[in-house]
């Protein structure tokens, strides 16, 4: 069994330690060491989003980032979203758009969302369209998707 | 996926030393956009895995108007197009840094990574050669500067020997009256590889009429990117107009050696290095 590396990193504002080979992915990681199951694999080559996390503030696809390389870093996953009581604007808007159906792109288009809108409170049609080129869903044709992300930047710029 | 080493170096000396012991099985981690997925799928065999982002040479991003810019081997693409001077110099380059995959992957993924990748059809190789960039490289014997345009040998092959790594790029400011310009044919609207892509600069007489000096280069027709240098030199001196660009566009297209593949046939690749050229030249020339 090849040997384990130590890494104290900081998940959704908790410090958290654990330990991982140097080839397990931060998506492998999450899921299989840390059981925050919610990123999801799907391509598992950089191209469906799927996995989208955000690391020390910039949205990243987990499956192409090494878990020993977040030593000391921060991450973000669809689990540090809701509070205990509530969800968060943009998980909100995906439901009351119905933007959503198998689910499974879902937790990453609402990261990448979330990452968006970080950035750039007001975007433009347009503009959430090209952010969102990386997050593939085979269900909905995108527009309820589209639709939600606007919901939310309305809700949560107000 | 193949089990290896991972170590984060701290100084360029401390990777070159570990690139030196550990030969072909010892590779660079940067963004990790392609490396990560070509271990994973087994195209390419690495024992030990050396991240440089922890190098403070490797970080730099330092742009002067009269320097020009230097770019550290692991700045990540968003942080290229996030300062409006860089945008302002090299907007061939930015054009490159703002298509290469989504959002995700420009988040990781660098200029530097992109040109050690060595692909074909890299984005951001095109510009850097008509922007004149430089790589400096560091090695077991101290540190050489190479074009880089002789900086790609073959697909996924660079001109780096062992124990060498890219360091940064240095791009010389631009002259005045002059402007870049970077495009590829896709038949979607983002997240693809080029079938071809063409990248220009120009260089305009302060009247803006006559072309001072002018550099194309190509992507994905041939096995390493080109620097269509015949076609770069014919134009030098000519008075800006379509009978110039268009033989600069057939001379571009008479170095092109496409293969035909998934992506596109020779046919279609060598007609649109024509297109695209001239789109580029033209495109340079109207952001002058």
Known sequence: MAR???????INGETVEFLCESRQSLLEVLRDELYLTGAKEGCNNGNCGACSVILDGRLVNSCLVLGVETEGRSVETIEGLAEPDKLHPIQ???LENAALQCGICTPG????????????PNPTEHEIRYWL??????CTGYDKIVKAVMDAAQETSA | MQDFSYVSAQTVSEAVSLLDENGEKARILAGGTDLIVQVREARRDVGLMIDVKSIPEVNVLDYDDDAGLTLGAAVECYKIYAVDAICNAYPGLIDATKIIGGTAIQGRAGVGGNLCNASPAADCIPPLIVLGATCVIAGPNGERE??????????GQTALEKGEMLVSLKIPAP??????????????NEMDIAVVGAGASVTLDA???TIVSARIALAAVAPTPLFAEEASELLAGREVSDAAIDEAAQAAQAIARPISDMRGTAEQRTHLVGVLTRRA??????RI
């Open chain 1, 4 to 10: 384990k590396s130590h890494v104290q990193t900081t």
């Open chain 1, 92 to 94: 909100d808007a995906f």
């Open chain 1, 109 to 120: 288009f609402i990261m990448s969302a979330k990452a968006l809108l970080d950035s750039n």
């Open chain 1, 133 to 138: 080129a990386g997050n593939l869903c085979r």
């Open chain 2, 146 to 155: 190479l074009p880089v345009e002789h900086f790609c040998t073959g697909p």
């Open chain 2, 175 to 188: 002259a005045s009256n002059s402007s870049s310009f970077y495009l590829r044919f896709i038949p979607r």
């Open chain 2, 207 to 209: 009247a803006k009429q």
């Open chain 2, 281 to 286: 030249l033209n495109g340079a020339i109207q």
